[in-house]
């Protein structure tokens, strides 16, 4: 499994997406300028009646093409691990679920 992690501090407005197993995997998502936009490819809708339309319609592609781009590397990074990894996981939040309930009925 090839594991990127980068300790690098991200640009001011950046999302962090992390692995919901606790890998140390993250995946960025770079504030919504100008240079994101172009890098997204997201061009105005051609049926757009005026020049308030076709800015939207861009931010509106750019949104939607970088939604698709993390959820794509969430489901590609998500396939790195295996059935066993998910399990663990889901059996230690078990055990904290647990132990937080007790300690929290201990306290009452
Ligand atoms: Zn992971």
């Known amino acids: 499994m090839e594991l990127r992690v980068s300790t690098a501090v991200p640009v001011p407005g950046t999302t962090r997406y992390l692995c919901p197993l606790e890998c140390g995997w993250h995946h960025d998502v770079p504030p919504p300028t ?17 020049i308030h339309e076709a800015i939207s319609s861009v931010a509106t592609r750019a949104t939607f093409a970088e939604v698709e781009r993390t ?38």
């Open 34 to 50: 100008l240079t994101r936009i172009a890098e997204l490819g997201a061009t105005a809708d051609p049926a757009a009646r005026d």
């Open 71 to 108: 959820e794509t590397a969430l489901r590609e990074h998500l396939d790195t691990h295996t059935t066993a990894q998910f399990a663990r996981v889901i059996h230690d939040l078990r055990v904290e679920i647990a132990h937080l309930k007790s300690s929290g009925e201990a306290d009452q």
